[in-house]
Protein backbone atom coordinates (compact mmCIF):
# COMPACT_ATOMS: atom_id res chain seq x y z
CA UNK A 1 0.00 0.00 0.00
CA UNK A 2 2.81 2.17 1.03
CA UNK A 3 4.73 1.86 -2.65
CA UNK A 4 1.60 1.86 -4.55
CA UNK A 5 1.02 5.31 -2.51
CA UNK A 6 4.59 6.57 -2.99
CA UNK A 7 4.02 5.44 -7.39
CA UNK A 8 1.08 7.18 -7.24
CA UNK A 9 2.82 10.59 -5.85
CA UNK A 10 5.41 10.41 -7.98
CA UNK A 11 3.53 10.34 -11.38
CA UNK A 12 1.29 13.07 -9.90
CA UNK A 13 4.10 15.45 -9.15
CA UNK A 14 5.73 14.79 -12.31
CA UNK A 15 2.36 15.66 -14.56
CA UNK A 16 1.50 18.39 -12.24
CA UNK A 17 3.15 21.85 -13.53
CA UNK A 18 4.42 24.38 -11.38
CA UNK A 19 3.42 28.12 -11.82
CA UNK A 20 5.26 31.68 -11.15
CA UNK A 21 3.69 34.38 -12.31
CA UNK A 22 4.88 38.11 -12.99
CA UNK A 23 2.79 41.24 -12.82
CA UNK A 24 1.48 42.98 -15.85
CA UNK A 25 3.59 45.36 -17.53
CA UNK A 26 4.57 46.63 -21.48
CA UNK A 27 8.29 45.79 -19.87
CA UNK A 28 7.65 41.91 -20.64
CA UNK A 29 7.71 42.81 -24.27
CA UNK A 30 11.72 43.29 -23.79
CA UNK A 31 11.48 39.17 -23.86
CA UNK A 32 10.17 39.00 -27.42
CA UNK A 33 12.48 41.57 -28.31
CA UNK A 34 15.90 39.99 -26.88
CA UNK A 35 14.80 36.55 -28.93
CA UNK A 36 13.93 38.81 -31.69
CA UNK A 37 17.34 39.96 -31.94
CA UNK A 38 18.73 36.52 -31.03
CA UNK A 39 17.61 35.11 -34.29
CA UNK A 40 18.99 38.87 -36.18
CA UNK A 41 22.22 37.52 -34.58
CA UNK A 42 22.00 33.99 -35.57
CA UNK A 43 21.62 35.33 -39.76
CA UNK A 44 25.29 36.00 -39.05
CA UNK A 45 26.38 32.47 -38.16
CA UNK A 46 28.16 30.99 -41.17
CA UNK A 47 25.60 28.00 -41.84
CA UNK A 48 23.33 30.45 -42.77
CA UNK A 49 25.64 32.69 -44.71
CA UNK A 50 26.83 30.21 -46.73
CA UNK A 51 23.12 30.75 -48.60
CA UNK A 52 22.29 34.00 -49.37
CA UNK A 53 18.33 33.59 -49.59
CA UNK A 54 18.56 31.96 -46.17
CA UNK A 55 20.27 34.66 -44.93
CA UNK A 56 17.39 36.48 -46.07
CA UNK A 57 14.81 34.10 -44.85
CA UNK A 58 16.73 34.78 -41.40
CA UNK A 59 16.26 38.45 -42.06
CA UNK A 60 12.54 38.93 -43.14
CA UNK A 61 11.32 36.93 -40.45
CA UNK A 62 13.12 38.99 -37.95
CA UNK A 63 11.98 41.34 -39.39
CA UNK A 64 8.22 40.86 -39.29
CA UNK A 65 8.76 39.59 -35.84
CA UNK A 66 10.25 43.26 -35.12
CA UNK A 67 7.08 44.78 -36.63
CA UNK A 68 4.76 43.36 -35.05
CA UNK A 69 6.43 43.69 -32.25
CA UNK A 70 6.42 47.66 -32.22
CA UNK A 71 2.76 47.85 -33.23
CA UNK A 72 1.86 45.85 -30.26
CA UNK A 73 3.90 47.85 -27.86
CA UNK A 74 2.53 51.37 -29.19
CA UNK A 75 -0.81 49.59 -28.98
CA UNK A 76 -0.52 48.73 -25.91
CA UNK A 77 1.27 52.59 -25.00
CA UNK A 78 -2.37 54.12 -26.24
CA UNK A 79 -4.05 52.02 -23.99
CA UNK A 80 -2.09 52.25 -21.03
CA UNK A 81 -2.04 48.63 -20.34
CA UNK A 82 0.51 46.00 -19.56
CA UNK A 83 0.76 42.35 -20.41
CA UNK A 84 2.04 39.27 -17.56
CA UNK A 85 4.01 36.62 -18.09
CA UNK A 86 3.56 32.92 -16.35
CA UNK A 87 6.05 30.81 -16.50
CA UNK A 88 4.38 26.67 -16.38
CA UNK A 89 6.48 23.58 -16.84
CA UNK A 90 3.98 21.10 -18.37
CA UNK A 91 5.33 17.94 -18.03
CA UNK A 92 3.72 16.69 -21.40
CA UNK A 93 5.96 19.27 -23.16
CA UNK A 94 9.50 19.26 -21.73
CA UNK A 95 8.89 15.14 -21.98
CA UNK A 96 7.88 15.11 -25.20
CA UNK A 97 10.48 17.13 -26.38
CA UNK A 98 13.30 15.44 -24.60
CA UNK A 99 12.10 12.12 -26.20
CA UNK A 100 11.59 13.96 -29.66
CA UNK A 101 15.32 15.13 -29.24
CA UNK A 102 17.08 11.88 -28.76
CA UNK A 103 15.45 10.84 -31.73
CA UNK A 104 17.22 13.56 -33.54
CA UNK A 105 20.05 12.81 -31.74
CA UNK A 106 20.34 9.22 -32.52
CA UNK A 107 19.09 9.45 -36.21
CA UNK A 108 21.71 12.21 -36.67
CA UNK A 109 24.57 10.27 -36.01
CA UNK A 110 23.83 8.01 -38.92
CA UNK A 111 22.75 11.11 -41.56
CA UNK A 112 24.43 13.98 -40.62
CA UNK A 113 21.99 16.66 -42.47
CA UNK A 114 20.20 16.68 -38.96
CA UNK A 115 23.38 17.32 -36.98
CA UNK A 116 24.03 20.20 -40.11
CA UNK A 117 20.48 21.07 -39.72
CA UNK A 118 20.55 22.13 -35.72
CA UNK A 119 21.20 25.68 -36.44
CA UNK A 120 18.08 26.01 -38.52
CA UNK A 121 16.29 24.05 -35.48
CA UNK A 122 17.33 26.45 -33.06
CA UNK A 123 16.40 29.67 -34.94
CA UNK A 124 12.92 28.32 -35.37
CA UNK A 125 12.44 27.56 -31.36
CA UNK A 126 13.53 31.23 -31.12
CA UNK A 127 10.85 32.24 -34.09
CA UNK A 128 8.57 29.91 -32.32
CA UNK A 129 8.69 31.82 -29.10
CA UNK A 130 8.11 34.94 -30.40
CA UNK A 131 5.43 34.48 -32.50
CA UNK A 132 3.06 33.20 -29.59
CA UNK A 133 4.30 35.64 -27.17
CA UNK A 134 3.24 38.32 -29.62
CA UNK A 135 0.11 36.31 -30.88
CA UNK A 136 -1.20 35.99 -27.16
CA UNK A 137 -0.76 39.23 -26.03
CA UNK A 138 -2.08 40.73 -29.17
CA UNK A 139 -5.47 39.10 -28.32
CA UNK A 140 -5.22 38.79 -24.04
CA UNK A 141 -3.12 39.84 -21.23
CA UNK A 142 -1.57 36.88 -19.90
CA UNK A 143 1.56 34.76 -21.86
CA UNK A 144 2.60 30.88 -20.64
CA UNK A 145 5.86 30.32 -20.53
CA UNK A 146 7.02 27.11 -20.85
CA UNK A 147 8.48 24.69 -23.12
CA UNK A 148 5.20 24.37 -24.97
CA UNK A 149 6.91 25.48 -28.47
CA UNK A 150 9.51 22.66 -28.03
CA UNK A 151 7.91 19.66 -29.11
CA UNK A 152 5.55 21.58 -31.63
CA UNK A 153 8.86 22.53 -33.60
CA UNK A 154 10.84 19.21 -33.28
CA UNK A 155 7.36 17.13 -34.05
CA UNK A 156 7.20 19.46 -37.75
CA UNK A 157 10.89 19.48 -38.15
CA UNK A 158 11.11 15.44 -37.04
CA UNK A 159 8.89 14.69 -40.70
CA UNK A 160 9.25 17.87 -42.65
CA UNK A 161 11.85 20.33 -43.75
CA UNK A 162 11.92 23.47 -46.52
CA UNK A 163 15.77 23.55 -48.17
CA UNK A 164 17.93 26.25 -47.47
CA UNK A 165 16.70 28.34 -50.87
CA UNK A 166 12.96 28.19 -49.60
CA UNK A 167 13.39 28.47 -46.03
CA UNK A 168 10.96 31.43 -45.25
CA UNK A 169 8.07 28.57 -46.20
CA UNK A 170 9.68 27.08 -42.64
CA UNK A 171 9.00 30.21 -40.75
CA UNK A 172 5.82 30.47 -42.43
CA UNK A 173 4.78 26.58 -41.92
CA UNK A 174 5.78 27.31 -37.69
CA UNK A 175 3.00 30.67 -37.71
CA UNK A 176 0.67 28.35 -39.27
CA UNK A 177 0.81 26.01 -37.01
CA UNK A 178 0.61 28.45 -33.65
CA UNK A 179 -2.36 30.34 -35.85
CA UNK A 180 -4.52 27.33 -35.82
CA UNK A 181 -3.95 26.47 -32.31
CA UNK A 182 -4.58 29.83 -31.65
CA UNK A 183 -7.97 30.32 -33.54
CA UNK A 184 -9.43 27.27 -34.72
CA UNK A 185 -11.08 25.71 -31.86
CA UNK A 186 -14.61 24.11 -30.36
CA UNK A 187 -16.33 23.25 -27.42
CA UNK A 188 -15.49 19.82 -25.62
CA UNK A 189 -15.99 18.77 -22.68
CA UNK A 190 -17.03 22.44 -20.90
CA UNK A 191 -14.19 24.07 -22.61
CA UNK A 192 -12.88 26.11 -25.75
CA UNK A 193 -9.51 23.93 -27.11
CA UNK A 194 -8.17 23.38 -30.28
CA UNK A 195 -9.05 20.97 -32.40
CA UNK A 196 -5.95 20.16 -34.38
CA UNK A 197 -2.16 19.20 -33.18
CA UNK A 198 -0.41 22.14 -33.95
CA UNK A 199 1.88 20.55 -35.63
CA UNK A 200 0.15 18.27 -37.64
CA UNK A 201 -2.03 20.86 -38.74
CA UNK A 202 0.57 22.96 -40.32
CA UNK A 203 2.46 19.65 -41.56
CA UNK A 204 -1.33 18.42 -42.74
CA UNK A 205 -1.74 21.62 -44.91
CA UNK A 206 1.79 22.71 -46.11
CA UNK A 207 1.68 18.50 -47.38
CA UNK A 208 -1.46 19.19 -49.11
CA UNK A 209 -0.05 22.64 -51.10
CA UNK A 210 2.59 20.98 -51.80
CA UNK A 211 0.87 17.73 -53.23
CA UNK A 212 -1.12 20.13 -55.45
CA UNK A 213 1.62 22.43 -56.40
CA UNK A 214 4.19 19.57 -57.00
CA UNK A 215 6.19 21.26 -55.25
CA UNK A 216 7.72 18.40 -52.86
CA UNK A 217 11.27 18.69 -54.29
CA UNK A 218 11.41 22.31 -52.04
CA UNK A 219 11.90 19.74 -48.68
CA UNK A 220 13.61 17.14 -47.18
CA UNK A 221 10.29 15.53 -46.83
CA UNK A 222 11.15 12.28 -49.10
CA UNK A 223 14.70 11.76 -47.86
CA UNK A 224 13.52 12.31 -44.09
CA UNK A 225 11.09 9.77 -44.63
CA UNK A 226 13.76 7.18 -46.42
CA UNK A 227 16.61 7.69 -44.13
CA UNK A 228 15.53 6.95 -40.11
CA UNK A 229 16.03 3.32 -41.69
CA UNK A 230 20.05 3.97 -41.48
CA UNK A 231 20.14 4.25 -37.69
CA UNK A 232 20.48 0.89 -36.69
CA UNK A 233 17.64 -1.11 -34.68
CA UNK A 234 15.63 2.11 -35.48
CA UNK A 235 12.09 0.33 -34.96
CA UNK A 236 13.69 -0.80 -31.00
CA UNK A 237 14.76 2.26 -30.61
CA UNK A 238 11.61 4.10 -31.40
CA UNK A 239 9.57 1.59 -29.71
CA UNK A 240 11.81 2.23 -26.51
CA UNK A 241 11.32 5.68 -26.63
CA UNK A 242 7.65 5.68 -27.08
CA UNK A 243 7.28 3.46 -23.60
CA UNK A 244 8.38 6.65 -21.76
CA UNK A 245 5.23 8.78 -23.75
CA UNK A 246 2.85 5.73 -23.13
CA UNK A 247 3.72 5.36 -19.51
CA UNK A 248 3.27 9.09 -18.47
CA UNK A 249 0.33 10.02 -20.87
CA UNK A 250 -1.16 7.08 -20.87
CA UNK A 251 -1.76 7.02 -24.55
CA UNK A 252 -0.74 2.68 -24.71
CA UNK A 253 -4.30 2.18 -26.72
CA UNK A 254 -3.73 4.48 -29.17
CA UNK A 255 -0.23 3.32 -30.68
CA UNK A 256 -0.93 -0.40 -30.07
CA UNK A 257 -4.38 0.07 -32.15
CA UNK A 258 -2.66 2.12 -35.34
CA UNK A 259 0.10 -0.32 -35.07
CA UNK A 260 -2.22 -3.45 -35.40
CA UNK A 261 -4.22 -2.07 -37.57
CA UNK A 262 -1.28 -1.15 -40.18
CA UNK A 263 -0.05 -4.37 -39.28
CA UNK A 264 -3.07 -6.61 -40.15
CA UNK A 265 -4.16 -4.49 -43.28
CA UNK A 266 -0.74 -4.43 -44.60
CA UNK A 267 -0.70 -8.35 -44.08
CA UNK A 268 -4.01 -9.24 -45.69
CA UNK A 269 -2.95 -7.26 -48.73
CA UNK A 270 0.34 -8.73 -49.21
CA UNK A 271 -1.77 -12.11 -48.50
CA UNK A 272 -4.15 -11.48 -51.67
CA UNK A 273 -1.18 -9.88 -53.56
CA UNK A 274 1.67 -11.63 -53.32
CA UNK A 275 3.74 -8.42 -53.12
CA UNK A 276 4.72 -5.95 -49.92
CA UNK A 277 2.35 -3.61 -49.42
CA UNK A 278 4.56 -0.88 -48.35
CA UNK A 279 8.31 -1.21 -50.16
CA UNK A 280 10.49 -1.67 -46.93
CA UNK A 281 8.31 -3.68 -43.96
CA UNK A 282 4.95 -4.30 -42.89
CA UNK A 283 4.92 -0.44 -40.71
CA UNK A 284 7.66 2.05 -42.79
CA UNK A 285 10.16 3.85 -39.97
CA UNK A 286 8.39 6.92 -40.61
CA UNK A 287 5.14 5.39 -40.34
CA UNK A 288 6.34 3.85 -36.90
CA UNK A 289 7.55 7.62 -36.09
CA UNK A 290 4.42 9.20 -36.51
CA UNK A 291 2.61 7.08 -33.72
CA UNK A 292 4.74 6.76 -31.38
CA UNK A 293 5.73 11.16 -31.73
CA UNK A 294 2.00 12.63 -33.72
CA UNK A 295 -0.58 10.84 -32.95
CA UNK A 296 0.28 10.71 -29.21
CA UNK A 297 -1.26 14.54 -28.33
CA UNK A 298 -3.21 14.13 -25.43
CA UNK A 299 -4.73 17.18 -25.86
CA UNK A 300 -6.27 16.50 -29.40
CA UNK A 301 -7.30 12.54 -28.51
CA UNK A 302 -10.08 10.66 -27.02
CA UNK A 303 -9.54 10.20 -23.30
CA UNK A 304 -11.41 6.96 -22.53
CA UNK A 305 -10.36 3.84 -23.54
CA UNK A 306 -12.23 2.92 -26.00
CA UNK A 307 -12.33 6.29 -27.90
CA UNK A 308 -8.64 5.94 -27.96
CA UNK A 309 -8.81 2.70 -29.61
CA UNK A 310 -10.81 3.94 -32.15
CA UNK A 311 -8.90 6.61 -32.79
CA UNK A 312 -6.01 4.62 -32.99
CA UNK A 313 -7.46 2.14 -35.52
CA UNK A 314 -8.73 4.58 -37.76
CA UNK A 315 -5.27 6.57 -37.98
CA UNK A 316 -3.42 3.32 -38.76
CA UNK A 317 -6.65 2.74 -41.22
CA UNK A 318 -6.22 5.87 -42.70
CA UNK A 319 -2.34 5.62 -43.20
CA UNK A 320 -3.14 2.60 -45.44
CA UNK A 321 -5.79 4.09 -47.40
CA UNK A 322 -3.63 7.54 -47.88
CA UNK A 323 -0.34 5.64 -48.83
CA UNK A 324 -2.81 4.17 -52.21
CA UNK A 325 -4.55 7.35 -52.36
CA UNK A 326 -1.08 9.21 -53.48
CA UNK A 327 0.40 6.39 -54.90
CA UNK A 328 -2.34 6.44 -57.61
CA UNK A 329 -2.17 10.13 -58.17
CA UNK A 330 1.68 9.94 -58.66
CA UNK A 331 2.52 11.75 -55.37
CA UNK A 332 5.16 11.02 -52.83
CA UNK A 333 3.49 8.66 -50.70
CA UNK A 334 5.52 9.46 -47.66
CA UNK A 335 3.04 12.12 -47.11
CA UNK A 336 0.41 9.80 -46.09
CA UNK A 337 1.27 9.34 -42.11
CA UNK A 338 1.04 13.58 -42.27
CA UNK A 339 -2.59 13.91 -44.25
CA UNK A 340 -4.32 11.67 -41.55
CA UNK A 341 -3.53 13.17 -38.68
CA UNK A 342 -5.95 16.68 -39.03
CA UNK A 343 -8.85 14.31 -40.37
CA UNK A 344 -8.90 12.17 -37.00
CA UNK A 345 -8.41 15.73 -34.82
CA UNK A 346 -11.81 16.33 -36.07
CA UNK A 347 -13.27 13.23 -35.46
CA UNK A 348 -12.40 13.41 -31.77
CA UNK A 349 -15.99 14.78 -31.01
CA UNK A 350 -17.89 12.48 -33.03
CA UNK A 351 -15.71 9.37 -31.58
CA UNK A 352 -16.02 10.52 -27.87
CA UNK A 353 -20.17 11.30 -28.41
CA UNK A 354 -20.55 7.49 -30.18
CA UNK A 355 -18.37 6.34 -26.35
CA UNK A 356 -20.89 8.20 -24.84
CA UNK A 357 -23.95 6.76 -26.61
CA UNK A 358 -22.69 3.55 -26.75
CA UNK A 359 -21.85 3.07 -22.38
CA UNK A 360 -25.63 4.77 -21.89
CA UNK A 361 -27.22 1.96 -23.71
CA UNK A 362 -27.95 -0.51 -21.46
CA UNK A 363 -28.26 -3.20 -24.35
CA UNK A 364 -24.88 -2.45 -25.01
CA UNK A 365 -23.29 -2.01 -21.62
CA UNK A 366 -22.11 -5.67 -21.49
CA UNK A 367 -19.90 -5.15 -23.92
CA UNK A 368 -18.05 -2.94 -21.85
CA UNK A 369 -15.63 -5.24 -20.39
CA UNK A 370 -14.77 -7.12 -23.49
CA UNK A 371 -14.33 -3.34 -25.33
CA UNK A 372 -11.86 -2.47 -22.70
CA UNK A 373 -10.03 -5.77 -20.86
CA UNK A 374 -6.93 -4.64 -20.05
CA UNK A 375 -7.64 -1.61 -16.94
CA UNK A 376 -4.32 0.35 -16.24
CA UNK A 377 -1.72 1.79 -18.79
CA UNK A 378 0.67 -0.70 -17.08
CA UNK A 379 -1.16 -3.56 -18.39
CA UNK A 380 -1.72 -1.64 -21.30
CA UNK A 381 2.24 -1.66 -21.99
CA UNK A 382 2.64 -4.64 -21.05
CA UNK A 383 0.12 -6.39 -23.68
CA UNK A 384 1.87 -3.91 -25.78
CA UNK A 385 5.46 -5.09 -25.16
CA UNK A 386 4.33 -8.77 -25.62
CA UNK A 387 3.25 -8.34 -29.17
Known sequence: MAASRRRRKTAESVRAPTATTRPAS???LYLPLALT????????????????????SFWGA??????WLVALFLRL???????????????????QATVQLAVFAYWGWYWRPV??????????????????MLL??????????GFGPFPIIFSINLFLWFRDDWFYLQFLMIGIGFLGKEFVRWHRDGRKVHIFNPSAFALGLFSLVLITTGATDLTWGQEIASTLTLAPMIYLYLFLLGLIVMYFFSVTLVVAAAAVMLFALSSLSASLTGVPYFL?????????????????????????????????????AGVFGLYTLLGAAGAPTFYDKLLAVP?????????????????????????????????????????????
Open 280 to 316: DSDIPAAVFLGLHLLITDPSTSPRTPVGKLLFGALYG
Open 77 to 95: GVRAVGRSLESVLRPQHYL
Open 26 to 28: RRV
Open 343 to 387: LLNLSVRGIDGLVRVTQANPALARWRVEWVPLRTNLAHMAAWIVF
Open 37 to 56: LALLVMALLPRVQANPRLAW
Open 62 to 67: SGALAL
Open 136 to 145: TWSRREKYVL
Open 115 to 132: YDFAVLLAAQLVFAYVFD
